[in-house]
C-alpha cells in the first residue's frame, strides 16, 4: 500500500505528468522537424548536387553482380551518406529549435523570479524571499548606526 500511495503523490505532484506531456509533445514535434528537413529543406539542397534527390546520394562500393539468368548473385556495397545528412540536418534543426525554447524560458524566469520587475506576477516564494532580504538590509543598517555611535 505504501508503494501505491507514493506512486500516487509521485504522479499527482506532475513529475509524470510534465514527463508525459513533454514526451507527447516531443514525438509531435519531432513529425515537424522531420517534414521541414525533408521536404523543405533537402529539396533546395538537392538542386546543388544536379536535382538528384538528396537522401539517395550514395557512394558504390561494389556494384551489383548479375548471373546468366539476370538474378542478382552478389549485392550492391554502398555507403548511403544522403540519409546520414537528412538526419543531421533534423538534429541541427533539433537542437537549434531547442535551444531558442529554452532561452525564451530562461528569459520569462528571469523576469518572473525579478522581484522589482512589475510587468510580471513574482511567485510568492520569491517575494517573501525579497521582502526578507530587505528587512534584514535595513536591521543592518541599524545596527551599524547604534555600533557607529
Same mark, same amino acid.
Given at each position: 500500500m505504501k508503494l501505491l500511495k507514493e506512486f500516487k503523490e509521485f504522479a499527482v505532484k506532475g513529475n509524470m505528468m510534465d514527463m %508525459?506531456? @513533454?514526451i507527447i509533445i516531443g514525438a509531435a514535434f519531432n513529425k515537424v522537424i522531420d517534414v521541414l528537413a525533408k521536404q523543405? &529543406? &533537402?529539396p533546395p539542397l538537392s538542386l546543388l548536387s544536379d536535382g538528384n534527390n538528396f537522401q539517395d546520394k550514395r557512394l558504390t562500393l561494389r556494384e551489383a553482380i548479375?548471373? %546468366?539468368s539476370g538474378k542478382v548473385a552478389t549485392s550492391e556495397v554502398a555507403?548511403?551518406?544522403?540519409e546520414l545528412i537528412a538526419v543531421f540536418l533534423d538534429f541541427v534543426i533539433i @537542437?537549434? /529549435?531547442v535551444f531558442i525554447v529554452v532561452k525564451a524560458m530562461n528569459k520569462l524566469r528571469n523576469r518572473a523570479q525579478d522581484s522589482s520587475d512589475e510587468t510580471v506576477v /513574482?511567485?510568492?516564494d520569491i517575494e517573501l524571499l525579497?521582502? &526578507?532580504k530587505k528587512l534584514m538590509e535595513e536591521q543592518n543598517k541599524l545596527l551599524r548606526s547604534q555600533v557607529s555611535k
Open positions: %508525459a506531456i @513533454g523543405v &529543406l &533537402l548479375l548471373d %546468366a555507403v548511403e551518406y544522403g @537542437g537549434f /529549435t /513574482t511567485p510568492k525579497s521582502d &526578507l
